[in-house]
C-alpha cells in the first residue's frame, strides 16, 4: 500500500520481500501477454498456512488465499504477482478498505486478490513448478536458499 502513491495506474509486479526465485521467473512473469499473473507452484504439499489457488483448465485463477481448502486446490501462489494498470488501482482500494474495517485488519494481503477474483477480475496463473524459488523465514530456510541458489552463505 505504501508504494500505491509511487505506482499510480503504472502496470507493475509485485514480490514478497522473502521470497527468493530464479531470475527465469520474473523474465517469463514481464514476458506473458495477461494483465494480472499469480506465479503458481504445482510441486507443493499444501497445509493451511500457504497460499493456494484453484484455476480452471485454461489456467484463470478461481479461488485464492490461505482459507482455500487444501484438497481442492493443487497450487500455491508464491507470491509474486504482476498486477496490470486497470487493477492496480481497484487493488490498492480493496486494501485501504480493508485497512479501515477493524474486522478484516489482519486479514492477509491476498485477501484482496480473492475478493477482486469474486468481483469478476480476470487473474491468470503462471506455472512456475520447475523453476527454483524459495521463502525465507527462518536461519534454516536460509540455509536452505543458499543451498539451493548454490550461493555462499
Same mark, same amino acid.
Given at each position: 500500500?505504501?508504494?500505491?502513491? &509511487?505506482?499510480?495506474?503504472?502496470?507493475?509486479?509485485?514480490?514478497? $520481500?522473502?521470497?527468493?526465485? !530464479?531470475?527465469?521467473?520474473?523474465?517469463? #512473469?514481464? !514476458?506473458? !501477454?495477461?494483465?494480472?499473473?499469480?506465479?503458481?507452484?504445482? %510441486?507443493?504439499?499444501?497445509?493451511?498456512?500457504?497460499?493456494?489457488?484453484?484455476?480452471? %483448465? *485454461?489456467?484463470?485463477?478461481?479461488?485464492?488465499?490461505?482459507?482455500?481448502?487444501?484438497? *481442492? &486446490?493443487?497450487?500455491?501462489?508464491?507470491?509474486?504477482?504482476?498486477?496490470? &494498470?486497470?487493477?492496480?488501482?481497484?487493488?490498492?482500494?480493496?486494501?485501504?478498505?480493508?485497512?479501515? %474495517? +477493524? $474486522?478484516?485488519?489482519? !486479514? @492477509? @494481503?491476498?485477501?484482496? +486478490?480473492?475478493?477482486?477474483?469474486?468481483?469478476?477480475?480476470?487473474?491468470?496463473?503462471?506455472?512456475?513448478?520447475? #523453476?527454483?524459488?524459495?521463502?525465507?523465514?527462518?536461519?534454516?530456510?536460509? $540455509?536452505?536458499? %543458499? $543451498?539451493?541458489?548454490?550461493?555462499?552463505?
Amino acid at each position: 500500500m505504501l508504494a500505491a502513491p &509511487a505506482i499510480g495506474s503504472a502496470e507493475f509486479i509485485k514480490f514478497d $520481500a522473502d521470497v527468493v526465485f !530464479d531470475v527465469k521467473i520474473l523474465r517469463q #512473469l514481464v !514476458d506473458t !501477454d495477461q494483465a494480472n499473473v499469480l506465479c503458481i507452484d504445482r %510441486n507443493i504439499a499444501l497445509e493451511d498456512k500457504e497460499v493456494k489457488v484453484i484455476t480452471d %483448465n *485454461l489456467l484463470q485463477v478461481l479461488e485464492v488465499g490461505k482459507t482455500v481448502e487444501p484438497k *481442492l &486446490a493443487l497450487d500455491e501462489s508464491m507470491a509474486i504477482e504482476k498486477i496490470s &494498470a486497470k487493477t492496480g488501482p481497484l487493488l490498492f482500494a480493496e486494501l485501504a478498505k480493508m485497512m479501515k %474495517n +477493524y $474486522a478484516i485488519l489482519q !486479514d @492477509y @494481503y491476498e485477501a484482496a +486478490y480473492a475478493s477482486q477474483v469474486a468481483q469478476g477480475v480476470v487473474f491468470r496463473a503462471l506455472d512456475i513448478t520447475r #523453476l527454483n524459488w524459495t521463502e525465507i523465514g527462518t536461519p534454516e530456510d536460509f $540455509a536452505a536458499a %543458499n $543451498a539451493k541458489f548454490e550461493t555462499p552463505a
